[in-house]
T-cell receptor
């Protein structure tokens, strides 16, 4: 079983819809939770990161973390065709003695917003 | 532009050839990472530098792979005797020393081994 599970989709929604993207995880050591957006043949772009359980809002995007259930979500309101991309969840935990926070990615959910 | 820069963006090579990718991180970031991403998967960690020191290497990094970061600035990733299984997107990322571990990625270097 992977440490981070994410439904690969594809998820197809009409323009203006509310989109819900989710990940589950198994490692209790994860402390920070992030969402990246990746357009085709491009590098991942950081959208949001959160530390504690609860919600964090940034414009049309809301990230939600429930540490007790090991479940995180990203909501996109008023979705636009330009939101069509792959969304990757990522989680970090301290590893070893190098001070590095290892980032573990989900496999990504492909989102298509239809005009 | 102050983002992470990678080149070449796409490299097509024949099996058995050597390839080298270059990464220029965000200038004030002293941590640099290489990841590999295959189709339909999230990025997988390959190696990590703090300044010029290579502090970690994943077991994914076979001895045909070598990474360097001379003088703690740009980094190179070399793959010797390429195999078809090496075909992937090679992503470079950088981060500041302190933080939540969020990484800032470059556009990636896509390798196709024929």
């Amino acid at each position: 079983q992977k440490e981070v599970e994410q439904d690969p989709g594809p998820l197809s929604v009409p323009e203006g819809a509310i989109v819900s993207l989710n990940c589950t995880y198994s490692n209790s050591a994860f402390q920070y939770f992030m969402w990246y957006r990746q357009y085709s043949r491009k590098g991942p772009e950081l959208l949001m990161y959160t530390y504690s359980s609860g919600n964090k809002e940034d414009g049309r995007f809301t990230a939600q973390v429930d540490k007790s259930s090991k479940y995180i979500s990203l909501f996109i309101r008023d979705s636009q065709p330009s939101d069509s991309a792959t969304y990757l969840c990522a989680m970090s935990a301290l590893v070893g003695d190098t001070g590095r926070r290892a980032l573990t990615f989900g496999s990504g959910t492909r989102l298509q917003v239809q005009p | 532009d102050t983002g992470v820069s990678q080149n070449p963006r796409h490299k097509i090579t024949k099996r058995g050839q050597n390839v080298t990718f270059r990464c220029d991180p965000i200038s004030e970031h002293n941590r640099l990472y290489w990841y590999r991403q295959t189709l339909g998967q999230g990025p997988e960690f390959l190696t990590y530098f703090q300044n010029e020191a290579q502090l970690e290497k994943s077991r994914l990094l076979s001895d045909r792979f070598s990474a360097e970061r001379p003088k703690g600035s740009f980094s190179t990733l070399e793959i010797q005797r390429t195999e078809q299984g090496d075909s992937a997107m090679y992503l470079c990322a950088s981060s500041p020393t302190r933080g939540s571990g969020e990484l800032f990625f470059g556009e990636g270097s896509r390798l196709t081994v024929l």
